[in-house]
């Protein structure tokens, strides 16, 4: 067992220190740019409504009741509930100029993250996966076939993953940090899909819903299922969301 310090983990973290003397000498990386949004030109493009209101739910008791929820009631989750979770996940909430914000903080506004969902049961959307839209606040339809058990499986088995109403799935493309901050980027896109999660995890407080979130999985069968490379764009971190099943029912 490598000490500490003999860890890849330590080195790279040693390797993307800022300090006050090398970063005067800092130079953008001999990294190509890549566009913020990821456009599906040849998927079924379906539109999210933004019919959903607010709760009023205060932020303290929010913390206070979020648990990694495991046990799913069978009812499917509302399609509106679905939008007001990938808005919070990802969803444009201001601009300044070319700059989009969204939901979440993202390091320089580059947003590395890319959201895609597995769906099982959500009201008036067929089973499959689909890739959040954030630019147009729609869904492409990648397959058509129920992926649920496949996610499943490819997250170590965990069985309770095909229960869930839906599972996000977040992956980083690399490029689009890492070509400003270079290996320090890579910092910056794992800390943005920590904040993705979390704000998933809190809104699904706010429907009557609970959520896990998960972080072991068979990278290469996740990015299999999601079609992407492993390398210029992969698997980072993944959450289930499904009703909460109410007592005495
Ligand atoms: C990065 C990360 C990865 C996790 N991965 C899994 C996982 O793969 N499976 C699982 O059942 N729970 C997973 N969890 C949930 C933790 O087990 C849970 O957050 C922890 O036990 C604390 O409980 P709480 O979330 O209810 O406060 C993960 C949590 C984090 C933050």
């Not at 993250?113 to 009201?123: A, D, G």
Request: hydrophobic content about 40%; aromatic content about 10%; some cysteine.
């Amino acid at each position: 067992m490598p000490e500490l310090k003999g860890t890849k983990g330590f080195q790279y973290l040693e390797g993307s220190r800022f300090d006050r003397l090398s970063i005067e000498k800092r130079q953008r990386p001999a990294i190509a740019e890549v566009e913020t949004f990821k456009h599906y030109p040849h998927s079924g493009k379906i539109p999210l409504p933004r019919s959903w209101s607010l709760a009023e739910e205060h932020l303290p008791s929010l913390l206070q009741h979020r648990r990694s929820l495991r046990k799913y009631s069978t009812e499917p989750v509302s399609l509106e509930h679905l939008a007001f979770l990938l808005w919070a996940s990802q969803g444009i909430t201001g601009q300044a100029g070319r700059y989009l914000f969204r939901a979440a903080p993202s390091a320089g506004a580059l947003y590395p993250v890319e959201t895609y969902i597995s769906v099982h049961s959500i009201e008036g959307l067929t089973a499959g996966l689909y890739h959040f839209d954030a630019e147009h606040f729609a869904l492409d339809h990648l397959t058509e076939q129920d992926a649920a058990e496949a996610v499943a499986q490819a997250c170590l088995d965990q069985k309770f993953l095909a229960q869930a109403a839906v599972v996000f799935l977040w992956t980083g493309v690399f490029r689009r940090a890492m070509s400003k901050y270079g290996d320090r980027g890579l910092r910056y896109i794992l800390f943005d899909a920590g904040h993705i999660c979390q704000n998933v995890l809190l809104a699904a407080e706010t429907i009557g819903c609970g959520g896990c979130p998960i972080g072991a999985f068979y990278d290469n069968e996740l990015n299999h299922l999601l079609q992407i490379d492993g390398e210029e764009e992969s698997i980072l971190y993944a959450a289930s969301v499904g009703k909460k099943i109410l007592a005495g029912s």
